[in-house]
């Protein structure tokens, strides 16, 4: 089994560590937020750890023998969580970049991705085959979004939700809205 480390919990976070989970893999997701671990534990991630209570490197090296994570997916955005994902993927292991980054990274290959013979792939937006995917593992209950969902408001009360969203996401994940 691949063990596969997930560095943020938002709704793209969560529902990574569930895919992994849902194939067979061992995954541990982290988020900076135990509002959003015990979310993730709601969704059926076994292995939701709160980063700002415990140190992710040393978790990492406990939960794999100190041999590293065979996939490191960054779903947070934050750019710093780059160099975090490459230092705790296992040799020959993949970093897999899913946040939106508003900054550069200085990524000098021969001194990051060389010495582990790491993989380092990213995606943006999805192929109609995966979003029917999505839906076919949320209508199954594979994928579980529920707990996910905040709160849904009225249209009018978009910009107050995206402001919480920015502003505390300690207490809360997405919203819905309702259009009339």
């Known amino acids: 089994k691949d063990t596969v480390i997930v560095i943020g919990l938002g709704v793209l976070g969560n529902c990574m560590s569930q895919f992994c989970q849902n194939i067979g893999a061992k995954v541990i997701a982290f988020d900076l937020h135990s509002f959003r671990t015990k979310i993730a534990n709601m969704c059926g991630i076994s292995h939701a750890v709160d980063a700002s209570k ?45 946040g939106a980054y508003l900054e550069p990274y200085p990524l000098i290959v021969q001194q990051t991705l060389f010495p582990k013979n790491l993989a380092l792939t990213s995606s943006e937006g999805a192929t109609p085959q995966h979003i029917t995917e999505v839906f076919r593992q949320m209508l199954s209950g594979e994928l579980i979004v529920t707990p996910m969902l905040t709160k849904i408001l009225p249209v009018e009360d978009a910009q107050t939700a995206y402001q919480m ?16």
């Open 54 to 98: 415990q140190d992710i490197k040393e978790v990492v090296r406990e939960y794999t023998a100190k041999r590293g994570a065979d996939v490191v997916i960054e779903c947070s955005g934050e750019v710093p969580n780059i160099g975090l994902c490459i230092d705790i993927a296992s040799n020959y292991g993949c970093v897999h970049l899913q």
């Open 165 to 180: 969203v920015l502003h505390e996401p300690d207490k809360c994940v997405k919203f819905g809205f309702q259009w009339r």
